[in-house]
């Protein structure tokens, strides 16, 4: 099969096409899937470029999410037959290929209302929106809540998520392409993180009580003025970061604020369940409906990695066609 391969960590460059890659097997508890989509996070870029915590053993296949069609099933799984539409997050084998591997536990149902591209813009994004708002900050009706980078993938889920549960929801993009989208999505208010005060205006739009909650992408560059945009009692949640920063620890008393950090990984089996439960049913319903940014072929890997990286301008998730 084709498969991007990584036979050493490095730039998006060592993001190599090979055409000759052996199509894995399903062990009992695993499911084999055809793989049409699959999404890229940032967080594969960490990987690849070898500076994430947790790193795979050389050579690999990069890749979380996906979505495509069952092909085998081991001999233990009983959810899943072939020709069943599925979407996936963390596979065995990787998901940036034409086949993949993945534990019966983190293959799901792909609802005939979203097509493969959706589906493979579902895992890692959807799961973290669900665990940052409703199993850390436990958001609640009524509350205003601030999506610090609404225009990428997790800040699309979460504004989705926050709209369907009927919260306030205050959102940043940094283009004019990304505001017009978190506006499409129902965002209330919209604001521009790259124009000049534009935290001013959000508090003004608060009438000067700020958010009760803030869900924060990149955190090294914000933490501080989210601090300053909390409200009283109010809550922010950490999602992203890329370096460090320094605040006040003043404005966390001032506010009493809550600073919570989110990993994904660190579910327990009972609060995965209950996020993919909750996810599925959102996409059933119709209220969580990803929304694709562009789409590359598997040759243009390396330029995808680069892209999510470095654009200023996100619209939602990017995809590779295996
Ligand atoms: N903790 C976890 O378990 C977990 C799980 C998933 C993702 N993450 C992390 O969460 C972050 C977002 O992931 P993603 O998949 O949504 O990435 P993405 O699709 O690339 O989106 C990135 C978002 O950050 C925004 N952004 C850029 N500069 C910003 C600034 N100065 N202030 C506020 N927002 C800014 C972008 O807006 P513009 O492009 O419009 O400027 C875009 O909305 C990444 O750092 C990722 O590694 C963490």
Known sequence: MRAIRVATFGGPEVLQVKTDVTIPQPADNEVLVNIKAAGVNPVETYIRAGVYKRLPPLPFTPGSDGAGVVDKVGSKVKRFKPGDRVFLCQTVSGSYAEYGTVNECYTHPLTAALDFKQGAALGVPYFTAYRALCIKAKIQSGHSLLIHGASGSVGIACIQLARSRGLTVYGTAGSQDGLDLIKKLGVHHAFNHREEGYEKRIMETSKDKGVDCIVEMLSNVNLQKDLDMVSVNGTIVVIGSRGNVE???????????????????????????????????????GELVPVIGKEYTLEEASQAHFDIVNTKSSTGRLVLIP
């Open 247 to 285: 605040i006040s620890p003043r404005s966390i008393m001032a506010k009493e604020a809550n600073i919570l950090g989110v990993m994904l990984w660190n579910s327990s089996e009972e609060e995965m369940q209950e996020t993919v439960r909750e996810v599925v049913k959102g996409t059933e319903s």
